[in-house]
């Protein structure tokens, strides 16, 4: 377990229709290869691995993303999302000390010529 990760500027990249809870933060955002289609990066949300399913249930899917069966592993979860034309995955994780915390990395791709 770790102290939660200072903050760097905000992953201005990610979509406004999906939002992060508040009180996330952007802790790496990686600047893309030359050609890469796709964008990465990784948040402090300050929600326990459950608690960030129902924020799932409650808030994403009324939104339009649609999030694929999660597997599970001890301590993280990972799936797809989809609201066309952006995919991508997530992966959450309790990583930090304080286990009202996560680690949320985001993968996402515009498809279809956008």
């Given at each position: 377990?770790?102290?939660?990760?200072?903050?760097?500027?905000?992953?201005?990249?990610?979509?406004?229709e999906l939002p992060l809870p508040p009180g996330s933060?952007?802790?790496?955002?990686?600047?893309?290869p030359p050609g890469a289609t796709y964008r990465r990066a990784q948040f402090v949300i300050p929600l326990g691995l459950h608690e960030f399913g129902a924020y799932v249930r409650n808030e994403l899917t009324g939104r339009g993303?649609?999030?694929?069966?999660y597997e599970a592993e001890p301590g993280e979860w990972?799936?797809?999302?989809?609201?066309?034309?952006t995919i991508g995955a997530y992966r959450v994780r309790s990583?930090?000390?304080?286990?009202?915390?996560?680690?949320?990395?985001?993968?996402?791709?515009?498809?279809?010529?956008h």
């Open positions: 377990m770790k102290e939660l990760p200072p903050r760097v500027p905000d992953a201005a990249w990610l979509p406004s933060y952007t802790i790496y955002d990686e600047v893309p993303w649609v999030f694929g069966q990972e799936s797809i999302l989809v609201k066309a034309p990583t930090f000390c304080d286990e009202s915390y996560s680690e949320l990395l985001i993968v996402l791709e515009q498809v279809g010529g």
